[in-house]
């Protein structure tokens, strides 16, 4: 409520000023590709499925642990899966959330 308050506060000051909504955060990880790929085929060999942005994302909230920005990638398939195991639980597709 706060926020509203400022907000049409702020905007009582120009009438023409229009709000605006960040779409997402960009980031580029073409330097990253083949990390990627390791990483969804790591997935794979597990038997689980997941897109490149999943991929990305997993290994993202694994680097933010050690406050870092993207770590490199461990030799082996059982400690990349491993080491993003606790990041996400297994779904089905007759989950609500698939």
Same mark, same amino acid.
């Given at each position: 409520?706060?926020? $509203?308050? /400022?907000?049409?506060?702020?905007? @009582?000051?120009?009438?023409?000023? =229009? /709000?605006?909504?960040?779409?997402?955060?960009? =980031?580029?990880?073409? &330097? +990253?590709? &083949?990390?990627? =790929?390791?990483?969804?085929?790591?997935?794979?060999?597990?038997?689980?499925?997941?897109? !490149?942005?999943?991929?990305?994302? %997993? #290994?993202?909230? +694994?680097?933010?642990?050690? @406050?870092?920005? #993207?770590?490199?990638?461990?030799?082996? &398939?059982? $400690?990349?899966?491993?080491?993003? %195991? !606790?990041?996400?639980?297994?779904?089905?597709? &007759?989950? *609500? *959330?698939?």
């Amino acid at each position: 409520m706060v926020l $509203l308050e /400022l907000m049409l506060d702020g905007m @009582a000051d120009g009438a023409d000023m =229009k /709000l605006i909504k960040i779409k997402s955060e960009y =980031k580029n990880y073409s &330097d +990253y590709e &083949d990390d990627i =790929k390791k990483i969804k085929n790591a997935l794979k060999n597990a038997g689980y499925f997941a897109t !490149r942005e999943q991929c990305i994302t %997993l #290994w993202e909230m +694994y680097s933010e642990t050690y @406050a870092a920005g #993207w770590l490199g990638l461990p030799e082996s &398939d059982n $400690l990349i899966v491993g080491s993003i %195991l !606790r990041f996400f639980e297994e779904i089905s597709p &007759d989950d *609500e *959330e698939f």
